[in-house]
């Protein structure tokens, strides 16, 4: 299972939606000082580009990258920003994947390894399919489940 924690406010800005910042499936990473010429940016526009310059900032490049966590503590840290506000967790089913045309992008040398990131990118450059997702839950700004079961497919 991958998770995403969501605060409640972005929770209700996009709909209950799973929402990249960005809108481009590849995206082409700048001189720019913020990526390293190390061997982990491709040449030209690359999903792989998407995904690596999404681990260094949401929409960088206006990217569509969505993160993902295998820990489902990362994602309570998130969702409740550390512990301030009260938040969402969604679990995502990484078996369904691959039906829905979802790219996952996980790697060996992220940039902050102990995130256990795994970035998605839906093939339209739009919100995350409903069909990946398993679960929502409700978490207080202590990290407590309030309420699970919320998710509703239409």
């Given amino acids: 299972m991958l998770y995403r924690g969501v605060d409640k406010k972005t929770d209700a800005a996009n709909g209950g939606k799973l929402l990249p910042k ?9 001189y720019d000082g913020r990526c390293k010429a190390n061997g982990t940016i491709i040449y030209g526009p690359t999903q792989s580009n998407t995904a690596r310059t999404h681990q260094l900032e949401s929409g960088l490049y206006g990217g569509c990258g969505v993160s993902t966590s295998r ?8 969702a409740t920003g550390g512990g301030f506000e009260d938040g969402f967790v969604y679990v995502i089913d990484e078996a369904k994947l691959a039906s829905a045309n979802v790219d996952a992008w996980e790697f060996a040398d992220a940039a902050e390894p102990y995130e ?14 409903q069909s990946i997702l398993v679960d929502k839950y409700e978490v207080t700004s202590e990290g407590i489940v309030v309420a699970r079961g919320l998710l509703r497919h239409p």
Avoid at 116 to 129: C, F, M, N, R, Y
Wanted: cysteine-free; hydrophobic content about 40%.
């Fill in 22 to 30: 960005g809108s481009n499936v590849e995206v082409v990473a700048r």
């Fill in 71 to 78: 820990s489902e503590k990362i994602a309570v840290n998130f």
């Fill in 116 to 129: 256990q990131e795994v970035t998605l990118i839906s093939p339209d450059g739009k919100a995350l399919p």
